[in-house]
C-alpha cells in the first residue's frame, strides 16, 4: 500500500484545515486507516483511525470533538477534517495503513511521508 498525504499547511489559532491521504495498491486489504502526528521533540502519537470497511472510528482523546475523520471508498482516499486548532496541534501529520485486524492506535505497517500543520497563536 502506497500512501501519499497532502493538505498541511500555516493556519491561525481556531482555524480549520483538511488534510487527505491517497492510497494505492493493495487497499483492497485494508483494515484501519489512521492519522498520527509528531510535534518537534516529542514522539509520534495516534490521532485518529478509521474502519476501512464499516466506517467505525477512533480518535484521540485531544483531538475528539475537533478533528473527524472519514473516508471515500470508491476515491482511496482518506481525509482529516480539523477545525478548532490550537498551536499544541502543530505538529507533521501521517496517514498510515493497517491491513490486519487488532488494534486500531497501534500496530501500523505502512505510512505516508507526512505534511507539515502549523498553527499560529
Do not use: H
Not at 489559532?13 to 484501519?32: N, P, Q
Amino acid at each position: 500500500v502506497q500512501l501519499q498525504a497532502s493538505g498541511g499547511g500555516l493556519v491561525q489559532a481556531g482555524g480549520s484545515l483538511t488534510l487527505s491521504c491517497a492510497a494505492s495498491g493493495r487497499t483492497f486489504s485494508t483494515y484501519y486507516m489512521g492519522w498520527f502526528r509528531q510535534a518537534p521533540g516529542k514522539e509520534r502519537e495516534f490521532v485518529a483511525a478509521i474502519r476501512w470497511t464499516g466506517g467505525a472510528t477512533y480518535y484521540a482523546d485531544s483531538v475528539k470533538g475537533r478533528f473527524t475523520i472519514s473516508r471515500d471508498n470508491a476515491k482511496n482516499t482518506l481525509y482529516l477534517q480539523m477545525n478548532s486548532l490550537k498551536p499544541e496541534d502543530t505538529a507533521v501529520y501521517y496517514c498510515a495503513a493497517r491491513l490486519n485486524s487488532g488494534s486500531a492506535y497501534s500496530g501500523y505497517g505502512y505510512w505516508g511521508q507526512g505534511t507539515l500543520v502549523t498553527v499560529s497563536s
